[in-house]
């Protein structure tokens, strides 16, 4: 989900990872999550041949490498690290599957299976979708980490060389809310387990997950950080775990528990927290920066200090930004009488550019359209910034799942009501806008001077990366596409629910 390459990108950006040159080995590529590549003559479309494996009228495909077929979900990724694929999905049977592919032919080289998360609580609300694994891995120095289906931590060896498969999980007692649950396991015997967290049952996180896990490792020098994803129970009204951390911190060669933040923000949670952690450099200094889950960013100074309580360590705020109310949204949350236009929490990761924050506010899609902010954050700012730290305010983008792309000046991003801006980065003015017409879950890569964009309805739309708008290309899958597309060694990765697609120009294999 190597070698670490550690430096400053530019001024005012983030320590990245890196692998071999033009390895995607995290969430949107590096700490920074602005999903920009560097990769060239990637294809504007492709003709992914049949949408069914046993039609006998497959038509001939375009452009497409190869083609891996999942189950029945996929979320978690893809990463690329060294020659392998790492992506996180459903096994079909209501459990979670971390898959290592082959690059080049996109054959499974392991598999690491987690059986269902299992509890006598009723009111619980937890893994029933068959979504699986959500959380998009990591990779570092052949360490792949990743949160399963069950909100644990894992470091598992990635290279496939180390012959102990479960070593160290047998001795484990697996078991949350009094209900024991089996360990996870290889189907084939290869690859090697360091370490795993319970984010549900530890001490200092005791967490409580509403419907899935999706959070992404950060990694930086010793420092794992990663969002237990905490929570409301099945009425949809009440947070059990109010003092559930938002972030925590573990050792990444250990596993243990660092630190926390303790800002409670789950005092104040709406619904839950599946936002992930982004990294920046400030004036000279690292800032952790984190979309929660009652609507607000926070900036966390990264390096843990001793606080009150002398058995756990704590992450500090730096700075606060209430984008709801920057956004004049208030009232109640959701179903909002007047026509939903409250409020609503953070689901896009923030990305960090040029020393501002860009992030936008959103709902599960479960509760559909609805009004929302997308904010533009002076990142060099102390305090509550709500008043003075925003760059720019735009309340015409609507509930959104979508982490921003920027480059040359340009943000592109989506909301769940199906439309695809194209912003001015330092103005929040709109270049551009299409209407897809079908909700958006993924979000954009830029590369080679085209954005790419899926949706739900499984169209891969591209454009030219300009201020003017121009449809370059436009792909049908046969099912929805959830995550974002990735590009590595001239190709393209496209992960619907069924498939991922490996796409390059020239390329004519037909699917077995």
Sequence with gaps: MKSIKSGLVLAGCVI???????????????????????????????????????????????????????????????????????????????????????????????????PQFITT?????????????????????????????????????????????????????????????????????????????????????????????????LIDGDYVYVSPCNGVDKSHRRVPRPHTPSLIVLDKHTGKLVARDFEEVGTRLWHGEWSSPTMGIVNGKKLLFWGAGDGCCYAFDPTPVQGTNADI??????????????????????????GFVGPSECIATPVFYSNRVYIAVGQDPRHKEGRGVLACIDATKTGDLTQSGAVWVNTNVDRSLTTVAIKDGLLFTADFSGRIHCLDADTGKTHWLFEAQR???????????????????????????????????????????????????SVLYVMSQKYLYAVALGADTQPE
């Design 121 to 217: 609580l009723k009111i619980y609300n937890y893994d029933t979708l068959d979504l699986g694994v959500c959380s998009t891995p990591t990779i570092e120095s052949n360490r792949l980490y990743f949160v399963s289906n069950r909100d644990e931590v894992f470091c598992l060896d990635a290279t496939g060389k180390d012959q102990s498969a479960n070593a160290g999980l047998t001795n484990i007692t697996w078991s949350t809310e009094g209900s024991a649950q089996k360990p996870p396991f290889f189907r084939s015997q290869v690859g090697g387990f360091h370490w795993v967290f319970s984010m549900l049952s530890e001490k200092y996180v005791d967490g409580w997950v509403q419907d899935a896990s999706s959070g992404s490792p």
């Design 439 to 489: 909700p958006i879950w993924s979000s954009p890569l830029i590369a080679d001077g085209k954005v790419y964009l899926g949706t739900d309805a499984g169209d891969l739309y591209v454009f030219a990366a300009a201020k003017e708008m121009k449809i370059l290309g436009k792909t049908k899958l046969e099912s929805p596409i959830s995550a974002s597309p990735i590009a590595h060694n």
């Design 313 to 338: 360590k704590t992450l500090k705020v730096v700075w606060k930004f209430d984008i709801n109310a920057a956004g004049g949204r208030t009232g109640p949350y959701w179903k909002n009488p007047a």
């Design 16 to 114: 990245t990872l890196a692998a071999q040159a033009g390895d995607w080995p995290t969430f949107f590529g590096d700490n920074a999550r602005n999903a920009v590549s560097p990769e060239t003559n990637l294809p504007a479309e492709f003709v992914p041949g049949t949408m069914h494996l046993d039609s006998t009228n497959a038509p001939k495909t375009t452009n497409l490498k190869w083609r891996a077929k999942f189950h029945t979900h996929a979320y978690g990724g893809p990463v690329i690290a060294d020659g392998r694929i790492f992506i996180g999905t459903s096994n079909g049977k209501k459990a979670g599957l971390v898959s290592a592919l082959d690059e080049d032919t996109g054959r499974t080289l392991w598999q690491f299976d987690i």
